[in-house]
């Protein structure tokens, strides 16, 4: 007797819960998404301002996110044509600084890229290469955990490579300060950008608003494949037997950000533990200044290193798709800037960008400042992350912070889905 075909429930239309629909959908399973706001893409969405769809905070992909670009493609988004490739390149015009990875094969590029960066002394650069070369022979993997900041100071990461490579680098890919973050999960990120094929250190810029990059191209194959979503739909409790609002399901999926999986968690004794787990998460913000300048502003990258005090790098939106003169400047994890009001914020990144440019500018038209209070969980060293699987029946859990490998970012939520979504598989596989 063949096995009943699943039917699943996956609650959150984020990167991870509409990866793993797609999955499902693609092997002929059944889905329903429950997402409990007006849109999908949850920490990755657009947001109309001031007439232009932008989004809720500059996102950028790397050529490392694998199961990203094979998912868009299995869902009918481009990335070719949706992201703009371009080599690694790191620059801080205010200080000199000037990283471009050649396109020889890795780990070549790296060490030349090391070794013909400007703005760092010799010195600087050779400390670089031998750091990198230590993390390769221990295959990234690292005693014990500890801090970036530490692990910076074991292997002797001093001056301008560590002040304008290692920290910003640490900042954007794990949204923690060095002094908190996590240096294994920092290492697993080095392994795969700058360890892997040439192509997987690429920075990848939108260039498209983030829905179009993923979520709506994926909504519309699961509603080609029969699955069903379901907006303002927010589930309040997962029942047992396996159901949501009376309705049921062979399997649920819970995709959620930590504290509404905590939250959906605690209700039943079979997952108190994690739900208690999730409990102890710290998260860390982001925010996002657009600064509307005359269309003649264009920056010599369209990502460029602002090296504070308080913002971190300006994206060009105009070089991305977007209507010409508009900046988006970044602000990743706690610090000072989260204390000012936006029209201060706005004026203070205003002066940065001049300082960083060196030039006059003319005050922006407009502003906008969007803060994401919980952007990110706070990736310390030795952070526990539950399994995917939980002691409760057919309820699965998805969600960035999931796949143990990775720090908060698009691809490990992609990656928990569709881990998820082929656990689900196999099990209805094996009866
Ligand atoms: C400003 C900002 C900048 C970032 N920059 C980058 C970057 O440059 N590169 C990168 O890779 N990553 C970046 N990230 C991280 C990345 O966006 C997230 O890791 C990823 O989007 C998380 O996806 P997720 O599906 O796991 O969770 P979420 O996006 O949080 O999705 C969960 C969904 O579940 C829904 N939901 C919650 N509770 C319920 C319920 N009870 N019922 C139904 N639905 C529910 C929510 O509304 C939401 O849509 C950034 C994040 C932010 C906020």
Redesign the pocket.
């Known amino acids: 007797m063949s096995a009943p075909t699943p039917r699943v429930a996956v609650?959150?239309?984020?990167?991870?819960?509409?990866a793993c629909a797609v999955e499902l959908c693609a092997a002929g399973v059944p889905v329903c998404v429950?997402?409990?706001?007006k849109q999908?893409?949850?920490?990755?969405r657009r947001v109309d301002i001031e007439g232009h769809a932008l989004d809720?905070?500059?996102?950028?992909?790397l050529g490392a996110?694998r199961e990203t670009l094979r998912v868009m493609r299995l869902s009918g988004a481009d990335p070719e044509r949706l992201l703009r490739r371009c080599p690694l390149e790191l620059a801080c015009p205010r200080d000199g600084f000037h990283l471009r990875l050649p396109r020889l094969p890795a780990p070549f590029n790296l060490a030349a890229g090391l070794l013909t960066a400007k703005g760092c002394p010799p010195g600087e650069k050779l400390a670089a290469v031998r750091f990198v070369r230590a993390l390769q022979t221990s295959a990234y993997r690292l005693a014990d955990d500890i801090s970036v900041a530490a692990l910076l100071d074991r292997h002797r990461q001093t001056g301008n490579l560590r002040r304008l490579l290692w920290e910003p680098l640490c900042l954007?890919a794990l949204?923690t300060p060095p002094q908190h973050a996590s240096a294994q999960i920092f290492a697993n990120v080095l392994r795969d950008v700058l360890g892997g094929t040439r192509e997987s250190s690429d920075l990848l810029l939108p260039r498209a608003d983030l829905n179009r990059v993923f979520p709506d191209a994926a909504a519309s194959f699961i509603a080609a494949h029969g699955g069903e979503i379901r907006r303002s739909?927010?589930?309040?409790r997962i029942e047992q037997p396996l159901a949501i609002d009376g309705e049921s399901f062979s399997h649920a999926v819970i995709?959620?950000?930590p504290r509404?999986a905590a939250?959906?968690l605690r209700e039943h004794t079979e997952t108190r533990d994690i739900a208690a787990l999730l409990d102890t998460y710290r998260f860390e913000p982001?925010g996002?200044v657009y600064l509307a300048y005359p269309d003649t502003l264009r920056l010599s990258f369209p990502m460029l290193g602002m090296s504070g005090p308080l913002g971190q790098w300006v994206f060009d939106r105009g070089q991305l798709g977007n209507v010409g003169g508009l900046m988006a400047c970044?602000l990743s994890a706690q610090g000072a800037w989260d204390e000012r009001d936006d029209a201060s914020l706005a004026a203070a990144l205003h002066g940065e960008l001049r300082t960083t440019l060196a030039r006059a500018l003319p005050d922006p038209a407009w502003h906008r400042v969007?803060r994401?209070r919980r952007?990110?969980f706070s990736c310390r060293p030795g952070l526990l992350r539950p399994a995917a699987e939980t002691a409760l029946r057919g309820v699965w859990l998805?969600?960035?912070?999931v796949f143990a490998d990775y720090p908060?970012?698009?691809?490990?939520?992609v990656r928990?889905?569709c881990h998820a979504a082929r656990r689900i598989l196999r099990e209805a596989d094996d009866g």
């Open positions: 609650v959150g239309g984020g990167w991870a819960g509409l429950f997402e409990a706001a999908l893409g949850g920490r990755a809720n905070g500059q996102h950028l992909l996110y954007a949204n739909a927010r589930v309040g995709a959620t950000a509404q939250g959906l982001i996002t970044v969007i994401e952007a990110t998805a969600g960035d912070y908060a970012t698009l691809e490990s939520a928990s889905g």
